[in-house]
């Protein structure tokens, strides 16, 4: 069994330019290239591309799957309000994940997921649990919390609270419907702790001080793989009782360190 650990790595690495075409795009439109939130898309039959300066930075980039292959569709990373630098271990509720790279999942409002699809990019997104991005709409929370867990800071949303103090509500989607509160970590305060571990053993353990456990939404086995790699780290205590009754299927708790 694998353990987990590190901190949010926002670093990424370039990617093409999708720079054949001129025309620009009001941001605050709806059209189909841009998102109610003021995310432009490029690329395709539909969109323009959108070079810097256009789009600020490297300009408009393809998006792709998870097996290195080009979607064609892509996104203006600097209309997002971190650039597209958060990979996929705590998105904010209400968010989803796209692929920048084969290898890195970033944290986008659902609706670039939503737009992205609906352009033909099927394949580039998942939901906040890993699981595989299919246009169905987050559900919202059942008015109960599974396990008498109403007010505990463990899973959110819904009859759970949002009150995660400070810290996200991760992992929301149409398999499960509640989230789960992220922890602080108590070595690098303003952060979270997160963990990869893979089928052959502990890739980035929790800090070793603390008795921390990986927690990994279960996700169909397709998907498991992606989900095993953006792990967060909980109390082991904590984990065990979110996995006990979070409705979808429990997670894993692999023991950290």
């Known amino acids: 069994m694998a353990s987990c650990g590190g901190h949010v790595n926002t670093g990424t690495s370039d990617a093409a330019v999708m720079n054949d075409g001129q025309t620009d795009l009001d941001s605050g439109s709806t059209s189909a290239c841009n998102t109610s939130g003021g995310v432009r898309l490029c690329g395709g039959p ?14 408009c980039t393809t998006t792709m799957t998870s097996a290195d292959a080009s979607s064609g569709i892509g996104v203006c990373w600097a209309d997002l309000a971190d650039h ?24 986008v409002p659902v609706a670039v997921c939503e737009r ?3 352009l033909g990019a099927t394949n580039v997104c998942r939901y906040a649990d890993k699981t595989r991005y299919d246009n169905r709409p987050l559900p919202a929370s059942p008015a109960g919390c599974p396990g008498g867990l109403e007010g505990q800071h ?4 819904g009859g759970c609270g949002d009150d ?8 929301r989607s149409p398999t499960h419907p509640y989230g789960i509160c992220a922890s602080a970590d108590p070595v690098n305060l303003g952060s979270v ?3 990869s571990v893979t089928s052959q053993g502990l890739v980035r353990p929790c800090p070793a001080n603390t008795d921390d456990a990986c927690a990994i939404f279960d996700t169909e086995t397709a998907d498991q793989s992606e989900a095993r790699r953006y792990g967060l780290c909980l109390g ?3 984990c065990q009782r ?13 023991r950290a360190g």
């Open 46 to 59: 539909q969109c323009p591309a959108l070079p810097a300066p256009q789009c600020p930075g490297e300009g």
């Open 84 to 107: 597209g630098q958060s990979l996929c271990f705590a998105c904010a509720d209400g968010d989803a994940c796209v692929y920048r790279h084969a290898d890195e999942l970033i944290c």
């Open 116 to 118: 992205l699809f609906a």
């Open 154 to 157: 463990i899973l959110c949303g």
């Open 164 to 171: 995660c103090f400070g810290e996200p509500c991760v992992g």
């Open 193 to 195: 702790s997160t963990c």
């Open 236 to 238: 082991r205590a904590v």
């Open 242 to 254: 979110a996995a006990a009754v979070l409705p979808g299927g429990s997670h894993v708790c692999s």
